[in-house]
């Protein structure tokens, strides 16, 4: 199974909701990842797990939470946010941490979220 | 510190011509290098990596790119465009900096199929 499954695929939430995003790989990957993906943009990294431990978080505002309950599963919890937070979020997976050779990250189809 | 450029941001070709998509790196260690494809409203797939291996690396849907250290380049080709290559083309720097692995993403070149 090389699959990375996501859900929901679509979310629409308003500004005062709680939600949460769910990412799932069974290929015993140690490293997961979410990014965030504007319209006609690359993917901008969010978080890092490393073993199940958040190892990188980039500058992401508080009303982002990630979670990694085992290392299969990871989620994103979502609060208060913006409407300019209103994007594709996807989750990756990869066999990581490496030191090298450098592996490949496998990504879910992503969760597209509007923020109203 | 690592970065990517993608020299067209969209690249148009008729359906049978060769598929030239361009990619420039800048690293300062030895880099793996990638090349994702995205489809209107869907996630990221793998096509082919370089790392340190051969530098022709051979894909799937038959694409390939060659690794060139003294251009810095990692350029994409296919030699008969398929309607279903048209998507967005992403070229992907990673460096493993000892337990802390990113990705550097170019900005993308978006492939047109003419019939």
């Known amino acids: 199974d090389t699959e990375v499954t996501q859900t929901p695929k679509h979310l629409v939430m308003g500004m005062t909701n709680k939600k949460s995003l769910k990412c799932e790989q069974h290929?015993?990957?140690?490293?997961m990842y979410w990014y965030k993906q504007k319209a006609k943009k690359p993917p901008e990294l969010m978080f890092v797990?490393?073993?199940?431990?958040?190892?990188i978080n980039e500058s992401v505002p508080s009303r982002f939470s990630p979670e990694c309950p085992n290392s299969s599963l990871l989620n994103l919890h979502l609060h208060a946010l913006q409407p300019e937070d209103s994007a594709l979020y996807l989750c990756?997976?990869?066999?990581?941490?490496?030191?090298?050779?450098?592996?490949?990250?496998?990504f879910g189809p992503g969760t597209r979220l509007t923020v109203t | 510190a690592q970065s990517v450029t993608q020299l067209d941001s969209h690249v148009s070709v008729s359906e049978g011509t060769p598929v030239l998509l361009r990619c420039n790196y800048s690293?300062?260690?030895?880099?793996?290098l990638f090349w994702y494809v995205q489809h209107p409203n869907k996630g990221l797939q793998l096509l082919l990596k370089?790392?340190?291996?051969?530098?022709l690396v051979k894909g799937i849907n038959g694409f390939e790119a060659e690794f060139k250290k003294s251009e810095t380049s990692f350029h994409l080709t296919k030699p008969s465009a398929h309607m279903s290559d048209a998507a967005e083309y992403f070229c992907?720097?990673?460096?493993?900096?000892?337990?802390?692995?990113?990705?550097?993403f170019g900005t993308g070149t978006r492939l047109t199929i003419i019939p």
């Open positions: 797990y490393s073993y199940e431990k958040l190892s």
């Open positions: 370089y790392t340190s291996a051969a530098t």
């Open positions: 992907v720097v990673s460096e493993s900096n000892f337990g802390n692995e990113k990705l550097t």
């Open positions: 990756a997976s990869s066999p990581s941490p490496p030191v090298q050779p450098s592996y490949e990250q496998y």
């Open positions: 690293s300062s260690y030895s880099p793996s």
């Open positions: 290929m015993g990957h140690r490293a």
